[in-house]
Structures are given as C-alpha cells and as structure tokens.
C-alpha cells in the first residue's frame, strides 16, 4: 500500500499532496531495543560475569517485538488514532561483535518487521539510533562494549570506581530480587559520572581534548563517530536494496540523528566544582576531579545530594573507596583487547587514565592534583559553543552519510535536551527536508513521579538559568501549569525556527509522563487519577499548537513489577498487566467502504458564525455488523485517546480537547478554494454518533467509523468546529468495561 507522500511548507509544516496540514501523531516503538532478546539480560538482571562475557553474543532479533506480533499491536495503535512510529534500534543491536561485524540477522529482522508495517498501511515510521547515557554497560542503552574498550575502560570495574551506577548492581543474583534501594530517576545521574562523560567528550571533542588517543591512525573521535554512522548506513542502504517499497511507498519518512547527544565534560567550567547549572543532582555527587581519581582508585569523600521542589539539597557526604581497583585497563589487558579487534594505539597513548594522561591533573607528593582546572573551557567554551561548534561538526558528518544513500528524504536533527539548536539558519545544512527533532518532560513529575494539581515549575526556564532561584519558577493551579507546559512547547518551537529558518519542521520525538506515579498506587486500585491528569497537560499541550509528537512510549513488555524493562522507568502507554485487569472496548458500525453521510440540515448549522444546533441521530443505513476496538491494557486512556486534526485543510489556529466531558473545539482558516476538505480522527470513545451535538461554521461532513475519521468539508476563512457528547446512561453507552 502506498502512503502519501508528506513534505514540508515552506512555512514549517507538513504537508500532503494537496497542502495539507498533516500532524505526525505516534509513539516510539519501543524500549525493547534497549537490551537484548538473548541472553535475557535487562537493566535488572544480577551484575554478573556473563553480563560482560556475553555481550558479544548479544541477539536483539524479536526486539522490540516478534513477528508473529506486528499485527497485533500495530492495529492497536492506529485504533489509537496514530499515523508515525518512531522506530527504535540502538548501535549495540548492529555492531556487538565488534568493530566491522555487523549483525544481518537483526537487520533482516527489522526488514521483516517493517514489511508487516507497511502492509498495514496508514502509518508511517523514522528511525531513531536511540541511546541514553552512552551504552548500557554505563548505565543506559545503545553503544556496544567495545566503545568503552576503545576508550580505554575496563567495564568491569565501573561500579566500583563509582564511574557509572548500574541498576544491576542492585540485584541478587540467586533470588533475582531487588536488594537495595534503587532511588527513582538516578540513572540519568550517570551522564555527570567518568564513564558517560568521558565516552561523549571523546565522541564530540576527541581532537581537540585528546588529541594523543589515536587508534588505527585516526583520532578516538573519528573512529567512534565513523563506526557509527557506518553501522547506521549499512542498515539503511540494506533495507534500501532488499526492500525498496518501504521507501518508494513512502512509509520510511526518514532518519533522526543520535539520540539525546551529550556534551560530555565540554565546557565544564571548573572541574574541582559541581557547576551551578547542574540540577540534576542525586546520590553520590562527585566533582569531574573526584571522577578522575576516583577511576584511578582514589578514595575520597563525595557529596550526597536529593532534589527538593527549591532544587537540588545537599544532605551528607559520603566516602567512596576503589580499593585501588581502576576504571580503566592496564596494559596487558589492553594488548589483549587491541590484539582482538585489530586496533594499533599511537605511542603517545599510554593505559590509565586518558585525562591524567593529558595533563589534566597528576599525582604529585603522593597525592591527586589537579593541575588543569579549566581544561574543557580554557578558551571561552561553554555549552553554546560546544552545539554551534561539536554538535554541527558532528551533523554535518552523519547529513552527509546519510544524503549519499538518501536524498529524498527527511534528516531529523536532534539537539542537547532542553538546549537552543545550533545557530546554522541560511546553511547549507539545512534543506528543506530537514525537521528539528526534540525532547520534552516535565521535570517535577519525571522526578518525583507524582502529578501534582497544586503547583509546578517552569522546567525549561530553570534548565535555562532563567531564575535567580527556582523558586521563581513556581506555577500555582492546574489550569495554569498545563499553561506553562503548553507555553514550553511553544518556546521551543519558536527558538528552533528562529535558529534555523521558518521553513524547518518540528516534532517532540520523545514526550510523556512516568505511569507509576504515587508509588503505584494505580497498581493496586486501577485508578490511573493522576496519570489521568499528567497525559491530559501533555496532550493539551501538543494540541494547543498542533504540534507532532512521538510519545514515549509503547513497549510490548511493560510490566507492573519491572515497568518497561529499563531502569525502573514506566512510561508505557500500555501494559500487558492492564489488560489483565479490566476488558475495555468500544463498538462502531461497520459499513464496508462507505462512509456515514452526516446531512447538514440533520446536524449542523451552516451560518457563517458558529451558532447552536440541536442533537440529531444519523441515519446508518448502509451499516451492517458492529467493530469491536479493544481498548484493553491502554493506561489513562481517556486523556490518552484524543480527538485531532489528520489534515487541515488551510492553517491551524487552535484546538481543545475536554477529555472529562467529551467537549472538543477546532477552529482553523480555511484555503481560499471551493474544495476544503479537513480530516479529524473523532475517537468513538469519546463520541458516540448518535450520542454527540456537533455545532460548526459551515461544512457537509462524512464520518468512517471504519478508521473513525471525519472528514469536514467546510467553506474558507476562519471556521469553527465543535463536538460534544450528550450524558446518556450506563447502559447506552458505547464503552463497554469487564
């Protein structure tokens, strides 16, 4: 099935091959792809020896899902009114082995896995290289072993170096039990430990700050950025050949670049201080200089901190002892690691610490010094410096892998999280098939994992340094707070246009709230209250501008106990263990390849103002059996299932949505032309034919039940829809719960 083509106005938005206005509305699919199918080792599987021995073995086939499975879940979110997936696979699933091995078997998987998609239809998907904190040997997700080898780490000895915090550390390995108090949300801490922040500096700024790392005759940044991007090319050109239909049938929109880049320990301005910008502080919060020694085998003492609504509170220190042990390789393992995978070091490049190694602090009288406070900003480098500089050097090299095997479609630039995008507006690394790709999450409730109706902050305003003291920040009542989350949005919207030019589209890739808030209360009683509430702002948000969205996230094998496999995050929209609890279904009318006829002198008014109407009940004559969507496992679903504008036939102006009381309001403009024709998907959830008052400017309307999209053709100018649903009783209902 060919799908439309979608390009890019010259105003920013996407469009169809009728102009228009197309909204990108999907997920990411899904967190699977952190880790491997086999061995069967997640983020909360026992640290043992086999979670090294083993990685190089490491299977991703059937991951995110089984063949045998697409189907299933791929029809469960276009009944969720989707049209995009954001595609996620990671560098480990390609590249495992080692340098140059690429895995086919999981290439041929995902191959596989989008033909059923495409077979589908009505979908469309991007590629997301998705990783988090480097590597899942450090913490995170998607850089295979060998990375860190390359780097000159010993893995192994990470933890207790204290040079990354893995959740594994936290396990029995005989029960497989959780032993240990996992904090929430520690593991983003690891990007401001020696392991994390030593790989991106080494990936962004290698020559510059470690121009003595020199392997195979390249600097450590070439060879790691040139791996990569040759592992992503090989799976694009791959899929290309064996299956061009993907491609020319217009479902592969295109490819993101990596995931959540990280500057490392670029521009930290004094390494012996935590920066003043840091707000992410929780647990053991060593210096860049206490990481330092502390991977050499160091002991010192460390400072404890926890996030308060006012910020980040110190509350103890703490003592970390190494034992002398170090985070990094000595030399005859490094002989024996460079002999494996044909690596050949400079001679400048001694085992132990590379940062010792550059001068940046030293053992002098018998103790660590450090000689070289400013080492990573010296020069006048900060983070703006690092994006315009770093970043781009880093993006022009992945658009021009990419622009040689595919030109025609788009490029999904992602920036730093929270961050301005580069300053590259009028480049020649801009096209018009460029989309600003980025992220958002409200930062009190993904840390406290909690909604709370009282009060919030201004997320972006703090990461921006915007407040004197967070406090400031503060925003009373929830009607304001989903306010000031739609506002965020809007800013970030707005900055990266006037960065790179009015014409560059943009997509949230990655939005969403924890569902284990109140520490899983909803668990216990299925009242998923808050959850409710967390999705409703997020929702209001994106539709307040209209803006497309992938949330995060689906994942096939969510679960209560261990949420989506990783880390303790629980951000599924849905959960095998919900659909244990309660059957959720909704019934519509099937009517073959018609659509229902909703004559406008039965429903609605076509004065050129809006004006009330009066409840009417279509005739279904061509109905004939009933559609049954189960709703089954979705959490929160009705702030999650949303009305929304497919295709607009002009320009937006503004939506609502009342998930509450079924109350949905559009109002856009139409195009000067006799042929507007505006597409809506209208969940029957929420809207019942017979039991719904619509009220509208002008327009005829057609709704398929089939799809449960209406279409509107409507007159130009400004126009205005609304959709409300009439109370009927419990038994009248079309939401049926067991």
Request: charged share 20%; with cysteine.
């Amino acid at each position: 099935m060919v799908l439309e083509k979608i390009r890019i106005s010259s105003g920013g938005e996407f469009i169809d091959s009728q102009n228009r206005v197309v909204q990108l509305r999907g997920v990411n699919f899904d967190p699977c792809i952190k880790y491997p199918n086999s061995p069967p080792v997640t983020s909360h599987s026992p640290l043992s020896d086999s979670f090294w021995n083993l990685a190089e073995d490491a299977n991703f086939v059937n991951h995110p899902i089984n063949i045998n499975e697409v189907e299933e879940h791929i029809t469960r979110l276009k009944s969720m009114g989707y049209n995009t997936i954001r595609f996620c696979f990671n560098w480990e699933a390609l590249e495992h082995k080692g340098p140059g091995q690429y895995d086919f078997e999981y290439i041929e998987y995902v191959r596989q896995v989008l033909l059923k998609i495409y077979e589908l239809g009505d979908i469309y998907i991007y590629f997301d290289p998705h990783q988090d904190v480097w590597s899942r040997f450090t913490g995170g997700s998607g850089a295979p072993l060998w990375t860190l080898h390359a780097a000159g780490f010993q893995p192994k000895r990470l933890s207790v170096t204290q040079a990354a915090i893995l959740h594994n550390d936290y396990i029995d390995e005989d029960s497989g039990e959780q032993v240990k108090h996992y904090p929430k949300m520690i593991w983003p801490t690891n990007y401001f430990k020696l392991a994390c922040q030593t790989m991106f500096t080494l990936f962004f700024g290698g020559r510059k700050y470690a121009p003595k790392c020199i392997v195979n005759d390249v600097n450590i940044q070439d060879y790691l950025q040139d791996s990569f991007n040759k592992a992503i090319a090989v799976m694009y050109q791959y899929l290309m050949e064996k299956s061009p239909e993907l491609f020319e049938g217009n479902l592969v929109l295109g490819l993101e670049t990596v995931n959540e880049p990280n500057e490392g320990y670029i521009g930290y301005p004094i390494l012996s201080q935590i920066p003043k910008e840091r707000e992410l502080r929780m647990g053991p919060t060593p210096t860049a200089f206490q990481s330092f020694i502390l991977g050499e085998g160091f002991e010192t003492s460390v400072d404890l901190y926890d996030i308060t609504v006012g910020g980040p509170k110190k509350i103890g220190t703490t003592l970390v002892n190494p034992k002398g042990e170090s985070a990094w390789m000595s030399k005859d393992e490094r002989d024996e690691m460079d002999a494996k995978y044909g690596w050949k070091r400079a001679d400048s490049w001694e085992s132990g610490c590379i940062w010792k190694l550059h001068g940046v602090w030293g053992i002098k009288e018998m103790k660590p010094r450090l000689l070289h406070p400013r080492y990573f900003s010296d020069t006048g480098v900060d983070l703006k410096y690092f994006i315009d500089n770093m970043y781009v050097s880093y993006f022009e090299k992945a658009r021009t892998m990419f622009r040689s095997i595919d030109k025609d479609r788009f490029i999904f630039m992602q920036n730093p999280v929270f961050q301005p995008p580069p300053a590259i507006k009028n480049s020649t690394l801009i096209d018009d098939k460029t989309v600003f790709a980025t992220h958002f999450y409200d930062g009190m409730s993904l840390m406290f994992k909690t909604w709370n109706k009282i009060y919030n902050v201004n997320t972006l305003g703090i990461v921006r340094g915007r407040y004197i003291n967070p406090v400031f920040s503060v925003v009373v009542g929830e009607n304001n707070i989903k306010k000031c989350i739609a506002k965020q949005l809007r800013d970030i919207r707005d900055e990266a246009r006037e960065m790179l030019g009015d014409h560059i589209a943009i997509i949230f890739s990655e939005i969403g709230m924890p569902f284990d808030m109140d520490n899983k209360e909803a668990y216990k009683t299925g009242e998923y209250t808050s959850q409710t509430s967390a999705m409703d702002a997020i929702g209001f948000a994106l539709e307040n501008s209209n803006l497309s969205f992938s949330l995060w996230c689906y994942c096939t094998k969510n679960s209560h106990q261990w949420g989506d496999q990783w880390n303790n995050e629980d951000f599924s929209l849905w959960s095998p263990d919900d659909v244990q609890r309660a059957k959720v279904t909704v019934q519509v009318p099937q009517i073959g390849n018609e659509a229902i006829s909703l004559q406008e002198s039965e429903m609605f008014s076509s004065e050129s103002a809006l004006t009330e109407s009066t409840k009417s009940t279509p005739k279904l004559q061509s109905a004939n059996d009933m559609i049954t969507i189960d709703y089954s496992g979705f959490r929160a679903l009705e702030s999650v299932l949303r009305p929304s504008p497919i295709k607009i036939s002009g320009t937006f102006i503004s939506a609502k949505f009342d998930p509450f009381n079924s109350i949905y309001d559009l109002e856009i403009h139409g195009h000067p032309s006799n042929t507007n024709q505006t597409l809506i998907f209208l969940p029957a959830y929420h809207f019942k034919l017979d039991s719904i008052i619509m009220k509208s400017s002008s327009g005829h309307f057609f709704y398929d039940p089939n799809r449960q999209i209406l279409q509107w053709l409507h007159e130009p100018g400004r126009q205005f829809l609304n959709i409300s649903k009439i109370a009927v009783s419990a038994n009248e209902d079309s939401c049926v719960i067991t």
